[in-house]
């Protein structure tokens, strides 16, 4: 049977920066790795950044929908040859989500890192916030930060900003001083309080914010009067909150006369395995969405 969550969007984006060589930038987010998942997306995924020439590729988070998937050594082995192609042919990036640094049991997320695949996908060429955040080189400089998984589900299962402020505040000599004359990009699997007034002091900075895990609001694409109605707005977030903010798409922010822009990718999988199995059935109704940030434009801007 035909399913939508088989075809792949690609979001376009484009920005100039005059200082730089033409550079792109592809976004894979929220994959959700797990028993159930269906391993030919990964091969689409590769289709789709082998199609265009491609030198960076940021995973925003939730590359795993639980960690007790790598349990399971075929899984593993799969996942790891997948990730190790990346690393061959791209510059790539991972970040961790929420989902990369647990697992549920009982109704409840344990904390748990899987430090041996993470030192495996290092050891590939990969470069991991959990590890080495900042990366700099003639292009562009990236900052990787990892949240603890306190921020997700410390706040009566609400998000936590102040997590986040602190989180930046022990960082913040990191934060600052960026040449000018490379794309700056700040990678962060949750956008919810990226534009709060308070983080945006610690990332004024930067040019690019690049999240995922809002799982596009759980907005179907092709219903586009609905999306444009709704702008950046979702229908529901992964802790069930109605109608969140940064919950697709762009939005341009303007920080002490300094433009910069939150990206929030739309994510490979919308509903995750650990959601209940009546839920899942949904995912045929969604796409799988990548974004393409192509460095050659006046402004930074959606193209269709």
């Known amino acids: 049977m035909f399913s939508l969550d088989k075809k792949m969007i690609l979001e376009k984006y484009k920005f100039i920066k005059e200082s730089l060589p033409q550079v792109d930038v ?17 091969s689409t995924i590769l289709d789709v950044l082998n199609a265009t020439p491609t030198n960076y590729v940021c995973i925003p988070g939730d590359l795993l929908d639980s960690t007790d998937v790598l349990n399971n050594y075929e899984l593993r082995i799969k996942l790891l040859d997948w990730l190790n192609y990346l690393a061959n042919q791209y510059q790539t990036f991972l970040t961790l989500g929420s989902h990369d640094i647990a697992y549920r049991q009982d109704n409840k997320w344990n904390l748990d ?5 993470l030192e495996d996908v290092k050891d590939m060429g990969i470069n991991l916030g959990y590890f080495t955040p900042y990366y700099e080189d003639d292009n562009l400089i990236v900052y990787q930060l990892d ?18 402020i602190s989180t930046l505040e022990n960082i913040k000599e990191d934060l600052v001083n960026l040449n000018n004359k490379k794309l700056k990009i700040f990678i962060c699997h949750s956008p919810l309080f990226l534009t709060n007034e308070k983080v945006l002091e610690y990332l004024q900075e930067f040019d690019l914010l690049i999240s995922g ?17 709704l702008g950046n707005y979702g229908l529901i977030s992964p802790n069930k909150k109605l109608f969140p903010d940064n919950a697709k798409g762009i939005k341009e922010i303007n920080v002490n006369n300094h433009n910069l822009y939150l990206i929030v990718s739309g994510g490979i999988t919308k509903i995750q395995d650990c959601a209940p199995k009546i839920l899942r059935w949904g995912n045929g109704a969604f796409a799988m969405q990548m974004d393409d940030i192509l460095v050659n434009g006046p402004t930074l801007k959606r193209s269709r």
């Open 213 to 229: 895990h809002m799982h596009n609001g759980m907005l179907c694409p092709f219903i586009p009067s609905l999306n444009h109605i």
């Open 113 to 117: 890192y899987p430090v041996s695949f």
């Open 147 to 164: 949240l603890p998984l306190s921020y997700y589900y410390s706040n009566n299962g609400d998000e936590n900003v102040n997590i986040l």
């Open 26 to 42: 592809k976004v894979v987010s929220d994959i959700h790795y797990s028993p159930s998942f269906d391993y030919s997306k990964l």
